[in-house]
């Protein structure tokens, strides 16, 4: 069973348009959480991260993702997107210091 | 540069062959993965390295085999027990919690 799920598979929505992306883990205890971006024919690439301190981090490109800890999840927002934000959403989590684990992944397709 | 090397790029290999997936990095980095990407399943972790000599099971071990023998190095091999073997296989490696990645391995299993 997958560790950490992401709740959409494909996302479709219009320029200018908020964006909300779902992921919840199974893990118990400390965990340490991940988004990445993989846009097309590109590599993965760090949007945010949190390890500890305000569950509301701030990443690159406008987005940010909330810790809510009873509830498992760390979501992905951001309010307006671009024509540039099409491309996969991974989220990621790590139960330890070392062991990373990966959703299933997001694809966002932004309509101009 | 500083960075993760994956070679080779592409290989193709005839179906009960074992094939070894080169990585190497220069970065100093403690921790390395390997990671299979397949369409619609995301990044599925196979092996990790938290140091030299030392190396864990992900979630999808089975049919795959690595060894942690320098700092800079985490060879994979996906034996003829890996019943899907044809797959994208990324490695990477971490000091602070940010994965860096290779530009991966397409295998394909003919």
């Known amino acids: 069973a997958q560790s950490v799920s992401q709740h959409n598979h494909h996302v479709i929505l219009s320029e200018a348009a908020s964006l909300e992306l779902g992921c919840n883990y199974s893990?118990?205890?400390?965990?340490?959480l991940f988004w990445y971006v993989q846009y097309p024919g590109q590599h993965l690439q760090l949007l945010l991260k949190?390890?500890?301190?305000?569950?509301l981090v701030k990443g690159i490109k406008g987005f940010e993702a909330e810790f809510i800890k009873s509830k498992f999840s760390f979501n992905l927002r951001k309010p307006s997107v671009q024509w540039s934000d099409t491309a996969e959403y991974f989220c990621?989590?790590?139960?330890?210091?070392?062991?990373?684990?990966f959703g299933a992944g997001t694809t966002v397709t932004v309509r101009a | 540069d500083g960075g993760i090397t994956q070679s080779p790029k592409y290989l193709f290999r005839k179906e009960g062959q074992n094939v070894t997936l080169s990585c190497e990095q220069n970065?100093?980095?403690?921790?390395m993965y390997w990671y299979r990407q397949d369409p619609g399943q995301g990044l599925r972790l196979i092996y990790y390295?938290?140091?030299?000599?030392?190396?864990q099971k992900g979630d999808i071990a089975e049919g795959y085999s690595v060894s942690r023998e320098k700092k800079e190095s985490f060879p994979l091999t996906v034996t003829s027990a890996q019943k899907n073997p044809t797959a994208f296989y990324l490695c990477?490696?971490?000091?602070?919690?940010?994965?860096?990645f290779g530009e991966g391995s397409r295998l394909t299993v003919l």
């Open positions: 990477a490696s971490t000091y602070t919690g940010e994965l860096f």
């Open positions: 893990y118990g205890g400390t965990v340490n």
């Open positions: 949190y390890f500890s301190g305000d569950p």
């Open positions: 990621a989590v790590s139960p330890n210091d070392y062991k990373l684990s």
């Open positions: 970065l100093n980095h403690d921790a």
């Open positions: 390295s938290q140091i030299v000599n030392d190396f």
